[in-house]
């Protein structure tokens, strides 16, 4: 490696851009797994389409994941790149508008045919000065000749061969940026070196190929180096949010005592979730892949009952589906967890792209009066921070719990620590034992935070009806007395308020009174977080109130509203938390800042934004 030209970065952004069948998610994997194993901050964006496959070679077909790693802590995956990788001239004219000035593009030399820039839509040969390319640094090898000239003493077909291009791909930026292969070699070798040992083999040569070619050929005049992040101590591990999601309920089994049960329908954007359960059957874990959305929650109903921690998973339309089963649950007063990954709606809408539009959904979207807890993850990480908390909730409080996670905190990834289980608390769900003979059991009796007893199916003593009609407040028998139903709504929803007792004190990130504060919540913390602090460092008077707890909302909200000058709600819809803040705090007035795009904020738009609010008189 030449060691006379290495310039040192904080930070640097990179994407990966090809056709659906180029394997541009897993070359950004195992760059961005790479980078984690090295101690940089990363996060990362997957963005594919949602068609199984797409036309070959079109810009409805590209796939794309962004890295963004650095010396410090990563909040959020980048708006613009410093290399772009493009397999095929869609890739690029797809990209184009991500490009940072002067930044690095590497596109395949081959993939250059009349024929592929037609698909892509260009109408000249020159798909360089059509975009207006000639200010980047552009890199054009023969990335499949090459491949196929690494490959060509394998016995392999000329399909096996040029799939291997991407790896191609990930050997030059492994050059470029001084990463080391061992760990994507590794990686290959588990997944392929068992079934298909010349595959694996394969796919390494390409990338020793690759990052030859970068050494050798001097097409890049500098090569980088991104220093390790102070990172607290411990073991690390890169995670996604939807694994996360599925540890996080593992882990609030592990600490209730109880087995886990999910009865789940796949579904894009959180069908990960079910998968990564399954796994783990030697953990007590069961899963059932169930025939639909309403029999997928019916299932989970029917654990709970039976003694389970019971969870389903789902994204919008599968929630919408759900909410007359939830409601069933609202009324038995059982423990159960829906996970809602959140995506572009309505109706089919944008199934691999995020949005947070179901926080209605989630509030009001059952029939009656039929309130649930709702609670919304911020990062890939902190998934299992609140999937724990959202068991611990539904155990110890005898409710239903929604949890809202979306389709980019789900399928981006971060450096992870692995928790202790000693650092997180016993889960103590209310299960009633049998009583002394002859006292009456009432199914219905509350502590004073309103939430009854669990009582196991075939324990003597503890018979009680359960179902979707009204009970007696006390008994559990059927009642259809006007005043015992006003009472047992009161109730349900006193219940979950007492909810708000368990939770920590709303907290503001930066001083407690200013002339702006920012509202987020779930997966826009990032980004929003990273706006917030840079326009703090330019001396505004700017802070960030970030939601993770909303319904009910923590203690303490008010007085943080009532430090700022104006107030601004960031959201991917068109204006939910808002509308429901404007409800809790009729004394405030709320602006909003939206967007509806498929995609996450950019830091960029949100400080124009920001500083437009702070200028205004």
């Not at 195992?30 to 797409?54: C, K, Q, W």
């Not at 309403?294 to 998973?313: E, H, K, L, P």
């Not at 450096?415 to 219905?444: K, L, N, T």
């Amino acid at each position: 490696m030449n060691q006379e030209h290495v310039q040192e970065l904080q930070n640097v952004v990179i994407r990966f851009s090809g056709d659906s069948g180029d394997g541009m998610q897993l070359t950004g994997t195992l760059f961005s797994d790479t980078s984690a194993l090295m101690g940089n901050g990363i996060s990362t964006f997957p963005d594919y389409p949602a068609e199984i496959r797409a036309p070959q070679g079109t810009v409805a077909g590209v796939s794309g994941f962004q890295v963004h790693f650095g010396a410090r802590r990563v909040t959020n995956p980048g708006d613009y790149c410093d290399v772009l990788v493009a397999m095929n001239p869609a890739a690029l004219k797809a990209n184009r508008r991500w490009l940072k000035a002067g930044a690095t593009v590497i596109i395949d030399g081959d993939s250059l045919t009349e024929t592929n820039l037609r698909k892509a839509g260009f109408t000249t040969d020159d798909p360089i000065a059509e975009l207006g390319l000639d200010g980047h640094n552009l890199v054009v090898p023969g990335i499949t000749t090459m491949t196929r000239e690494a490959l060509k003493e394998l016995e392999l077909d000329n399909k096996s061969v040029v799939k291997c291009k991407n790896m191609f791909a990930l050997g030059i930026c492994f050059y470029l940026f001084h990463r080391p292969e061992d760990h994507a070699k590794k990686y290959l070798d588990s997944k392929f070196a068992r079934k298909n040992p010349l595959i694996a083999e394969a796919n390494k040569r390409a990338i020793d190929a690759g990052y030859n070619f970068a050494a050798n050929t001097h097409q890049f005049a500098n090569t980088y180096a991104v220093p390790a992040a102070p990172l607290e101590k411990g073991t690390y591990r890169s995670i996604n949010g939807n694994v996360a999601t599925a540890w996080g309920l593992m882990a609030a089994a592990e600490k209730a005592g109880l087995p886990l049960f999910c009865g789940s329908y796949p579904i894009t954007p959180a069908t990960v979730i079910l998968e990564e359960l399954a796994k783990h059957k030697e953990l007590g874990v069961k899963t059932v892949q169930a025939e639909d959305e309403i029999a997928g929650i019916c299932t989970a109903i029917g654990a709970a009952f039976a003694g389970n921690f019971a969870v389903t998973t789902t994204s919008g339309p599968g929630l919408s589906l759900k909410s007359e089963a939830l409601g069933l649950a609202v009324m038995a007063e059982l423990p159960l967890v829906v996970v809602d990954v959140q995506r572009g709606g309505p109706s089919t809408g944008l199934p691999t792209k995020t949005e947070q539009s179901d926080l209605m959904q989630a509030l009001y979207g059952r029939n009656g009066e039929c309130p649930v807890v709702v609670l919304a993850a911020s990062t890939p990480g902190d998934c299992f921070r609140f999937a724990f908390e959202a068991g611990k909730i539904a155990m110890e409080h005898m409710t239903p719990v929604i949890l809202l996670t979306d389709g980019f905190i789900a399928n981006g990834s971060q450096p992870w620590r692995i928790p202790q289980m000693s650092d997180y608390p016993a889960i103590c769900p209310p299960v009633v034992e049998p009583h002394p003979e002859g006292e009456a059991f009432m199914p219905y009796a509350r502590d004073a935070r309103h939430v009854r007893g669990w009582a196991f199916p075939g324990k003597a003593g503890l018979e009680h009806r359960i179902g979707g009609l009204e009970k007696h407040c006390l008994k559990g028998c059927i009642s259809y007395e006007p005043a015992n139903h006003q009472e047992m709504v009161r109730t349900r929803a006193a219940k979950v308020a007492a909810v708000a007792d368990d939770l920590p004190r709303q907290e503001v990130m930066g001083a407690a009174e200013g002339d702006l504060l920012v509202i987020g919540w779930g997966g826009t913390r990032g980004n929003v977080q990273s706006a917030v602090e840079q326009l703090q460092e330019e001396g505004k008077r700017i802070s960030l109130c970030h939601f993770n707890y909303i319904h009910p909302l923590p203690h303490g909200v008010r007085e943080i509203l009532g430090g700022f000058r104006r107030i601004v709600v960031c959201e991917l819809n068109e204006g939910q938390l808002a509308s429901y803040l404007r409800q809790q705090f009729q004394e405030f007035r709320f602006g909003q800042y939206n967007k509806c795009e498929g995609l996450p904020f950019t830091v960029v738009e949100l400080k124009e934004e920001f500083n437009r609010i702070l200028n205004e008189k």
